[in-house]
């Protein structure tokens, strides 16, 4: 179970990450950079922050996601429902594949 944080990002490869974000099934944005950040509590919107999303109250149920160092800048840090489903896959033109942490343990390749 995750409790802060999920970090998608691309491993030991040189090339950028092609990820495609889903919000409760439907693609919102195609992403291209080194990782993306989501932030599930309160405790960690400060590391959020830190990497150039807004600040939200603590006491708002949400989901931060934030593409660190993207390639284009069309895809802001955005907020979302704690309750929504967040789906970020490997886009099929993906040259390589990438890697999850959880809370920064447990490093699978996707």
Not at 72 to 93: K, N, R, T, Y
Request: proline fraction near 7%; aromatic fraction near 6%.
């Amino acid at each position: 179970m995750t409790l802060n944080d999920v970090v998608v990002d691309r491993g030991p490869s040189s090339y950028l990450s092609n990820m495609d974000l889903y919000l409760d099934g439907r693609l919102i944005t195609s992403v291209q950079g080194d990782d993306v950040f989501l932030v599930l509590c309160s405790c960690d919107r400060v590391d959020a922050a830190t990497t150039g999303a807004s600040m939200i109250h603590p006491n708002v149920p949400a989901i931060i996601v934030t593409p660190i160092c993207p390639h284009s800048f069309s895809f802001q840090p955005i907020g979302v429902p704690a309750g929504v489903e967040v789906i970020i896959m490997l886009s099929l033109d993906a040259r390589n594949t990438a890697w999850v942490s959880f809370d920064g343990r447990k490093r699978p390749a996707l």
